[in-house]
């Protein structure tokens, strides 16, 4: 079964400091994506990074970067920089190259202090 | 190019109704997948289609339905409406079944009193 895990309910960071997001998963399919999406309180999911388990090196979007540990079936999305506008429910997602699906964790909620 | 519009983006139904939601894909995508939003299970895949065909469906009972048009455009009808089925109802787009980008809309959310 798949499943994703974000530990994290919950995190407070100061503006223009950097902050980690957490993102574990588990799968035995050798061929998935991994996402990230922010939603604000508007409720519009936006995509912010992808990270192909092929994918040789971490990918970067911008102010986000995925750190990507294949072994340890982790892949942490990680801002710096971080501005008020961050402020959001973070969503780790995990999808298959065979499945049209996605397979979401509880998500976590981020707070920028001015 | 625009992006994934749902209608409407509020409703209040009554227990024991039904409804229905559209979701206009991004021009040219012809995937459309569905899901529901909630506080206690968070979010759960619904289904997908493309090209007018059913291609995945999640665990929900029948009263869970949808179609899709030959215009891509697809509706997610929910009948006998129960409390439980208060949520935020997302719509998602991709220009087939394999792709990985896909792209959300602003969402449906539906309470029922």
């Known amino acids: 079964a798949q499943k994703i895990t974000q530990t994290q309910p919950g995190m407070f960071v100061q503006e223009k400091e950097a902050v980690t997001l957490d993102c574990t998963y588990d799968?035995?399919?050798?061929?998935?994506?991994l996402f990230w999406y922010k939603q604000p309180s508007s409720g519009e999911m936006i995509f912010l990074i992808y990270?192909?388990?092929?994918?040789?090196q971490n990918a970067t979007e911008g102010r986000y970067s995925l750190n990507f540990q294949k072994a340890r079936k982790s892949a942490n999305l990680v801002i710096s920089a971080s501005q008020l506008g961050d402020s959001a429910m973070y969503f780790c997602a995990m999808r298959f190259h065979t499945r049209n699906q996605f397979y979401f964790g509880t998500g976590t909620s981020l707070t920028v202090i001015p | 190019k625009a992006g994934v519009t749902q209608t409407p983006r509020y409703l209040i139904k009554t227990r024991g109704q039904q409804v229905t939601l559209s979701c206009s894909p991004i021009?040219?995508?012809?995937?459309v997948s569905w899901y529901q939003q909630t506080p206690g299970q968070g979010l759960q895949f619904l289904f997908e289609?493309?090209?007018?065909?059913?291609?995945n469906k999640g665990n929900f009972p029948g009263r869970f339905s949808g179609r899709q048009f030959s215009n891509s455009r697809s509706e997610m009808n929910v009948s006998t409406l129960e409390l439980g089925d208060s949520a935020l109802y997302l719509c998602a787009s991709s220009w087939g079944t394999e792709a990985y980008e896909q792209y959300f809309g602003p969402g449906t959310r539906l309470t029922v009193t």
């Open positions: 799968t035995s399919d050798p061929s998935y994506g």
């Open positions: 289609y493309f090209s007018e065909t059913q291609r």
């Open positions: 990270q192909g388990s092929y994918d040789q």
């Open positions: 021009s040219g995508h012809r995937s």
